[in-house]
């Protein structure tokens, strides 16, 4: 198995009450931003089926670099503002090493 440069994360957000999808179609938004990033492999927006107010994103990132340029952006130039209006809570992230597999060149 090869070593990855690759950065990815899988990050929970947990909406106010009742406000899942309005955090679902604000993420949307920002993943369309993410596409035109430098590095962005992959942002994708997904529904917990169990969690109404639960959204996961999980994103592939080429390097650090990438990443860390993506996060340094203003959050109104991003769309995160409009994000974090809707969190009941602070985001959680699981960091992890994406070695390949489909959809990943």
Partial sequence: METSERVGRYVR??????Q???????LLRVADGMAAQPG?????????P???????VTEVWSDAAA????????????GLG???????????YIEVTPLGG????
Wanted: hydrophobic fraction near 50%; charge should be negative.
């Fill in 20 to 26: 899942g999808h309005e955090l679902a179609t604000a």
């Fill in 40 to 48: 962005c492999q992959a942002y994708v927006v997904n529904a917990a």
């Fill in 82 to 92: 409009a994000v974090l209006e809707l969190l009941a809570q602070p985001p959680e």
């Fill in 13 to 18: 957000m947990v909406a106010v009450e009742g």
């Fill in 102 to 105: 489909p959809g990943l060149s």
């Fill in 50 to 56: 169990d969690e109404p107010d639960a959204v996961w």
């Fill in 67 to 78: 990443s860390d340029a993506a996060l340094e952006r203003d959050l109104g130039e991003a």
